[in-house]
C-alpha cells in the first residue's frame, strides 16, 4: 500500500502564514497545550486508522483568532503518519479542522486549538518575520519592514551528504562571517549526489514517483540547523540541467510536480527562498515547461519567495517578467575569467534590464566558485576574482545580495578530488579547508560594508564618472552607485588606478574614505569636494563618499 499526501493548492492558502522558523525538533509535534510564539511553528501529526490505500490528500482549515480562514495542506511522513506544518501569524487562539480525500478514519474530520502567545526574538525571522519583497520590488525585507542582505553560501551537496555535526560546524562558521542564506540541493538523485549520505533517495519510480520519507527526515534535520543559526534555506527542489540523472529534466510534468507539491507541504512553513530549478536553459520548450510547472505551484496565491537558478551566462526572464510567481531575478555569471565574461558582468544583462518593467530584486547566484579552474585560463578563481565579481554583481543593479562559492564545500568533498560529473573544474579540497578560503572572510567586510549603509537606496549611476578606465579593458571597469537621495556615492576600483568625476559632482561636507575589501579597513581619501580620487595601491578598493 502507499500512503502519499499531494498538496492541493486552493486560492484561499495563504502562504505568508505558511512560512515559520522551527525552534524544536520537526520531527516531533509540539506538546498538547503548548503555547506557539508568533511567527514560530505550530505542527501536529495524525495518524490512520486501518490501512488506507492508493493516494491520500491531507489537508487543514485553520481559523485565526480574528476569524481569517486559512487551508494548508498535510504530507505523508511514512507508515500510517501524515503532519501539518503551519505558521502562527496572529497571535490568539487558533482553531482547526481537517479533511482528507477519500475519508480516512483518523485524518478526515480531525479538529483542535492551538493558542499563539508571546514572541521570541532568538534569531532575525522569530524577531522580525518571514521573507517578503520590498514595495519597491528591488529587495528583500521581513514582515515588519527590516530590509534582508542575501548574502549566501553555496553548499548544494551538504545538507545531502553531510554528518550532523560537520553540518552544524559549517553553519556556525558561515553565521559567524556574516552570511545570512543557504542554498542547497533538497532532492536526490541529482548529477552530483545519486543518494544522499545514507544511501537514500527522495523518491523511487518516475511514473508514478514514490516519495521516501526516511529520506526527508533527515534532511529536516539539516534545514532545522540552517534555521537555528539565523540562516535562510534556499532549497533547490529539483535540479534541471540536461540528463537522465537530474530530475527536474527526466520526470515528466506530472510527477516533477508531485515532488515540487511534496516538498512545498513539507517545508513551506520556513522563512525561505524557493528555488524550483536548477541550472537549466530556460527558452524555448523548457521554459514553457517551468513556466506550467510555477504556475501550477506557486500561481494561486501567496507564497514565499521564489526564484529561478539558469546556467551560466543566461539571462531568459524577459521572457518571464509576465509570470507574478517569479519574484526575483536570479542569474550565474559562473567561472569564466575571459574579457566576455568579465564584461557580461559588470555591464551585462543585469546592468542594462534593471529598469525594465515589472521590476524585480536581482541577484547573482553563482559567481565564480573560489578554487574552482576558470573555464578560459583554467586557473583557479583566487579571492580577488570572486571579490571583483562579488562588487560588480551588486553595484550592476540596485543590490539586493548575491552568492558566494568555495570549490569543495558546493560539492561537500571529504578527501581532495575530482566533484562527481564536473572532470572541467579541477580538484577540490575537503570542505573543512575550503570553508577557510580567505574569500569567505572577505564576504563579511562586504556585508560589513553594505549594511553600514542604507545599501536598499543605491542604485547604479555609470554617468557621474567623467571617464571610464575600464571602456577598452574590461578587467579595469569601474562600477559607480549612488543613493536615490544623492547622499552617497559608493565606487569600485577592481585594481586601483583612480576615480575621476563629473565637473558639479562634488559634495560638500563629509570626507571621502578608502574601504579595502581584503581587510574591512577604512582610510581617508581626501576632501569631498574633491572629483579625482587616486587608490592607494594597484589592488581593488571600494571609495565611498558621504554628503
Given at each position: 500500500m502507499r500512503f502519499v499526501a499531494l498538496c492541493k493548492i486552493k486560492t484561499t492558502r495563504i502562504f505568508p502564514a505558511a512560512l515559520c522558523f522551527f525552534s524544536f525538533a520537526l520531527a516531533a509535534a509540539p506538546a498538547a497545550g503548548q503555547p506557539v510564539a508568533l511567527w514560530d511553528c505550530w505542527e501536529h501529526s495524525f495518524t490512520a486508522s486501518g490501512t488506507p490505500g492508493g493516494e491520500v490528500r491531507l489537508q487543514v482549515e485553520l481559523v485565526s483568532p480574528r476569524g481569517r480562514r486559512v487551508t494548508a495542506d498535510g504530507f505523508w511522513d511514512g507508515g500510517a503518519v501524515w503532519r501539518i506544518r503551519f505558521m502562527a501569524d496572529e497571535q490568539g487562539r487558533w482553531s482547526y479542522r481537517t479533511s482528507s480525500e477519500?475519508?480516512?478514519?483518523?485524518?478526515?474530520?480531525?479538529?483542535?486549538?492551538?493558542?499563539?502567545?508571546?514572541?521570541?526574538?532568538?534569531?532575525?525571522?522569530?524577531?522580525h518575520g518571514p521573507l517578503t519583497v520590498s514595495a519597491d520590488r528591488r529587495y528583500l525585507q521581513h514582515r515588519d519592514g527590516t530590509p534582508f542582505f542575501w548574502m549566501a553560501d553555496t553548499a548544494w551537496n551538504g545538507a545531502l551528504l553531510s554528518t550532523a555535526e560537520d553540518w552544524r560546524a559549517y553553519l556556525r562558521d558561515r553565521a559567524a562571517k556574516h552570511f545570512s542564506a543557504i542554498q542547497f540541493v533538497?532532492?536526490?538523485?541529482?548529477?552530483?549526489?545519486?543518494?544522499?549520505?545514507?544511501?537514500?533517495?527522495?523518491?523511487?519510480g518516475t511514473d508514478p514517483v514514490i516519495l521516501q520519507p526516511r529520506?526527508?527526515?533527515?534532511?529536516?534535520?539539516?534545514?532545522?540547523?540552517?534555521?537555528?543559526?539565523?540562516?535562510?534555506?534556499?532549497?533547490?527542489?529539483?535540479?534541471?540541467?540536461?540528463?537522465?540523472e537530474n530530475p527536474g529534466a527526466s520526470l515528466s510534468e506530472p510527477q516533477a510536480l508531485r515532488v515540487l507539491q511534496y516538498l512545498t507541504a513539507r517545508y513551506g512553513a520556513y522563512p525561505l527562498v524557493w528555488i524550483p530549478a536548477g541550472d537549466a536553459t530556460y527558452t524555448g520548450p523548457v521554459a514553457e515547461r517551468w513556466q506550467r510547472l510555477g504556475r501550477a505551484l506557486f500561481g494561486r496565491g501567496a507564497h514565499a519567495p521564489v526564484v529561478m537558478h539558469p546556467g551560466g551566462m543566461q539571462w531568459p526572464w524577459d521572457a518571464?517578467?509576465?509570470?507574478?510567481?517569479?519574484?526575483?531575478?536570479?542569474?550565474?555569471?559562473?567561472?569564466?575569467?575571459?574579457?566576455?565574461?568579465?564584461?557580461?558582468?559588470?555591464?551585462?544583462?543585469?546592468?542594462?534590464?534593471?529598469?525594465?518593467?515589472?521590476?524585480?530584486?536581482?541577484?547573482?547566484?553563482e559567481p565564480p566558485y573560489e578554487g574552482h579552474l576558470a573555464y578560459q585560463s583554467r586557473k583557479p578563481h583566487s579571492d580577488q576574482s570572486v571579490r571583483r565579481a562579488a562588487y560588480w554583481s551588486l553595484l550592476a543593479a540596485p543590490p539586493a545580495g548575491l552568492t558566494y562559492g568555495a570549490h569543495g564545500i558546493w560539492s561537500w568533498q571529504t578527501a581532495p578530488g575530482i566533484p562527481l560529473k564536473h572532470a572541467g573544474t579541477g580538484e577540490?579540497?575537503?570542505?573543512?579547508?575550503?570553508?577557510?578560503?580567505?574569500?569567505?572572510?572577505?564576504?563579511?567586510?562586504?556585508?560589513?560594508?553594505?549594511?553600514?549603509?542604507?545599501?536598499?537606496?543605491?542604485?547604479?549611476?555609470?554617468?557621474?564618472?567623467?571617464?571610464?578606465?575600464?571602456?577598452?579593458?574590461?578587467?579595469?571597469?569601474?562600477?559607480?552607485?549612488?543613493?536615490?537621495?544623492?547622499?552617497?556615492?559608493?565606487?569600485?576600483?577592481?585594481?586601483?588606478?583612480?576615480?575621476?568625476?563629473?565637473?558639479?559632482?562634488?559634495?560638500?561636507?563629509?570626507?571621502?574614505?578608502?574601504?579595502?575589501p581584503r581587510t574591512g579597513q577604512s582610510r581617508p581619501a581626501g576632501s569631498a569636494k574633491s572629483i579625482v580620487y587616486r587608490a592607494p595601491d594597484q589592488q581593488d578598493w571600494l571609495l565611498l563618499r558621504k554628503r
Open positions: 477519500p475519508s480516512v478514519p483518523g485524518l478526515d474530520q480531525q479538529s483542535g486549538s492551538w493558542e499563539c502567545r508571546g514572541r521570541s526574538r532568538r534569531t532575525r525571522f522569530l524577531q533538497a532532492t536526490a538523485p541529482w548529477r552530483t549526489a545519486p543518494t544522499d549520505a545514507e544511501g537514500q533517495t527522495a523518491f523511487t529520506f526527508f527526515q533527515r534532511l529536516d534535520e539539516r534545514i532545522r540547523d540552517i534555521c537555528e543559526q539565523g540562516l535562510l534555506p534556499v532549497p533547490v527542489m529539483l535540479w534541471a540541467i540536461r540528463g537522465e518571464f517578467r509576465a509570470e507574478s510567481w517569479v519574484d526575483l531575478f536570479g542569474y550565474q555569471s559562473g567561472h569564466g575569467d575571459d574579457a566576455k565574461t568579465l564584461a557580461w558582468i559588470h555591464s551585462g544583462p543585469a546592468a542594462a534590464g534593471w529598469m525594465e518593467e515589472p521590476v524585480r530584486p536581482i541577484l547573482n547566484l577540490a579540497l575537503p570542505w573543512s579547508q575550503a570553508m577557510q578560503f580567505p574569500g569567505s572572510r572577505q564576504m563579511q567586510h562586504l556585508v560589513d560594508f553594505f549594511q553600514s549603509l542604507h545599501w536598499w537606496k543605491l542604485r547604479p549611476r555609470p554617468e557621474i564618472l567623467a571617464e571610464q578606465p575600464g571602456r577598452q579593458d574590461a578587467a579595469a571597469f569601474i562600477s559607480a552607485a549612488e543613493s536615490d537621495t544623492g547622499e552617497v556615492q559608493v565606487f569600485y576600483l577592481p585594481r586601483g588606478g583612480e576615480v575621476r568625476l563629473r565637473a558639479g559632482e562634488h559634495f560638500r561636507g563629509r570626507k571621502a574614505a578608502w574601504f579595502d
